[in-house]
């Protein structure tokens, strides 16, 4: 039940990823990409539907040759996710999936080859609606800059992504975003700051190769983070060497915590110590993993005693101070008593009995105005 967010966000063109808006005014969408082998359509069409059911507004799939493009289209026909393509060095790639529906195409102009060949791949997408992303990253940085700077640094990334940015603006294209990825999120950051300045472009944001599940998802916090909060940022990408659905999880846990997206719960929960009168953690573990599956922005708060418990449950959608017996808030008032015996059971049963009003509500609510 907390304000819109302070954060005033940087003015950008705005595209479209399929049926998603990119920039502008439009919500920061949340991307991620597959890790199946594409020519294994089954098994990649499985991986994407379990993205979208994640909440992914944008998948993007590796298109390494042409047998991938081929399965590329296939599974193009089996989701309804809008698709980025990633190609590198063969434009032909390119022109085939355009020709079979692709929603987006990230490439690196300056690996696909000769004039003619960015040429080709400019035109195919003028002529079908189809927005480009620029990326460059910090681990293949063109020779000559490696050679000028030393090292890959922010001032390096940006000069590799105004060439390219530079060529699409002799071919008269606007029509796409760029991003500027390091796994060293201060040069991250930079880049991103020193970029914002210069284009109009939307900004797609990652901190590439961020590790792990539990360090990739600090190392992305802190530095997506750091952006979102300065209004940098259109749509965001958390790398993480795990499930590509913990990538979604995590990329909407950021934007809740800075109130630039809310979808699903927000928990608010106290790390538990001897005042406790109910197992906190337990009782957190059990809710987010039976919770998973709702989608309506709500407030919950899990309070283990009565310190801080009445305030953050004032705050709240549905809110459970721990005490003797433990109290249950509703719309931030006072409704009844709940003791220990099934309480997460009990627990579960309001909470989705207020996410089915508030949807109700909602649903109410956009169909008056």
């Known amino acids: 039940m907390h304000c819109e967010s302070p954060i005033k966000r940087r003015k950008s063109r705005q595209i479209y990823v399929g049926s998603v808006a990119v920039g502008g005014d ?10 199946t082998d594409t020519c294994d359509v089954a098994a990649t069409v499985a991986q994407i539907r379990r993205l979208e059911d994640a909440g992914a507004d944008i998948v993007r799939v590796s298109v390494p040759d042409m047998d991938a493009a081929e399965a590329f289209g296939r599974i193009k026909q089996q989701v309804r996710v809008p698709l980025v393509a990633d190609i590198h060095f063969d434009y032909r790639i390119a022109l085939r999936v355009a020709e079979l529906g692709v929603d987006c195409l990230r490439i690196n102009p300056g690996n696909i080859g000769r004039e003619d060949r960015v040429r080709a791949v400019v035109d195919a997408a003028r002529d079908k609606g ?21 090292e890959p640094t922010p001032e390096a990334l940006v000069e590799s992504a105004l060439r390219h940015v530079e060529h699409l603006d002799r071919l008269d294209f606007q029509n796409f975003k760029v991003s500027v990825k390091a796994s060293d999120v201060f040069m991250a950051v930079a880049a991103y700051r020193l970029l914002a300045a210069q284009i109009e472009q939307p900004l797609h944001l990652g901190i590439t190769e961020a590790g792990g599940l539990r360090s990739g998802t600090v ?3 802190v530095g997506l983070g750091m952006l979102l909060a300065e209004g940098i940022g259109d749509t965001i990408r958390v790398s993480l060497a795990a499930d590509p659905v913990e990538e979604i999880k995590v990329g909407f846990d950021i934007l809740k915590s800075l109130r630039l997206r809310s979808r699903g ?7 538990s110590c001897s005042r406790q009168n109910f197992d906190v953690v337990k009782t957190m573990n059990e809710l987010e993993t039976r919770l998973d599956d709702l989608l309506v922005p709500l407030d919950v708060a899990v309070i283990g005693c009565v310190v801080n418990g009445p305030g953050e449950a004032k705050e709240a959608h ?52």
């Open 318 to 369: 549905v809110g459970l101070t721990g005490g003797t017996p433990n109290l249950i808030y509703i719309d931030g008032k006072p409704a009844h008593k709940l003791d220990n015996d099934h309480l997460v059971d009990e627990l579960e049963k309001l909470i989705r009995q207020k996410a089915a009003e508030k949807a109700a509500a909602d649903a109410s609510l956009i169909a008056r105005s």
């Open 219 to 221: 190392k992305s916090a």
């Open 265 to 271: 719960i927000n928990f608010i929960a106290c790390p």
């Open 130 to 150: 189809i927005p480009i992303r620029i990326g460059v990253n910090a681990g293949s940085l063109e020779k000559d800059l490696q050679k000028k700077y030393g």
């Open 26 to 35: 439009a919500p920061i969408s949340v991307q991620s990409m597959t890790n």
